[in-house]
């Protein structure tokens, strides 16, 4: 009994990894991409470009760009915190 309540937390944690990553490869088409990705969103639409956004884990955030259906771009950048979120005068070095 002790071995199967020890073991479902780290089936858990294994099996919900892969729910993170970003599966995407040059050429891959736009309807692959979304199936097998599952927090995204589109940023910016054009004729016939568009780029999405990974939902970030951690402080990175991915951008898948298409044009014509067909993923031809992928990069990474900050994660942007507005002025407005608060924050603790500790972190600024104020006191």
């Known amino acids: 009994m002790r071995k199967i309540i020890y073991a479902l937390p780290l089936f858990l944690l294994l099996s919900c990894s892969g729910y993170f990553r970003v599966v995407a490869d040059m050429g891959m088409t736009e309807a692959e991409f979304k199936r097998k990705n599952h927090a995204i969103e ?9 780029v999405y ?43």
Do not use: H, I, T
């Open 53 to 95: 956004r990974v939902v970030p884990v951690g402080n990175s955030v991915k951008y898948v760009y298409f044009e014509n259906g067909l993923l031809y771009r992928m990069d990474e950048g900050q994660m942007f915190y507005p002025v407005w979120q608060p924050f603790y005068p500790g972190e600024m070095g104020l006191q």
């Open 42 to 50: 589109v940023v910016k639409m054009y004729e016939n470009r568009k």
